[in-house]
């Protein structure tokens, strides 16, 4: 599915094609939840980087979050970039050097009609700010950390690869 996004002051525009169209992964940890998520997390679909292009690109800067080790304290820089609009601030998405092939625009900053998701993900649950309320349907799953299950597997195991629409 080709999906079309924007950032809300219109100086980024972009494309992608995207096999995992649906929005079905909230995501809760303090990265997602202060850089893109309004709601306490943000939403990522999945997307081939290869075909990903970009009006505006003078207008996008990236963030990489600083990550502390929970076991020694240590921090460093993580590898995943966050692509934004330097002029608004919008969320556009999220690209990471371990996963080239790869691209994850974030919900939020698509204008396609995406398809509703027939269940939900609901991951980093353990860094979920307190006001956050979860609100999961019966078939959602919810996870402490990271689903075992990838977002194509995810896709592939409901039958909706390509979108299904």
Known sequence: MQLEGSCHCGSVHFTVHSAHPYPFNKC????????????????????????????GEKNVSIYQAII????????????????????????????????????????????????????????????KAPWVEVHAAPNDKLFKEYPQESLAEWHLRLGIEDGGV
């Open 68 to 127: 502390k080790d929970p076991e020694t304290g240590e921090t460093q820089e993580s590898p995943g970039q966050r692509h934004f609009c330097r002029k608004c601030g919008s969320a556009l998405w999220q690209w990471d050097p371990r996963w080239p092939e790869l691209v994850h625009p974030f919900a939020s900053a698509i204008d396609t009609d995406l398809p509703v998701p027939p269940e939900r993900t609901h991951m980093m649950l353990d860094y």
């Open 28 to 55: 809760y940890c303090s990265i997602c939840r202060k850089t893109a998520g309004g709601g306490g997390y943000a939403i990522n679909l999945g997307g081939d980087y290869k075909t990903l292009s970009v009006e």
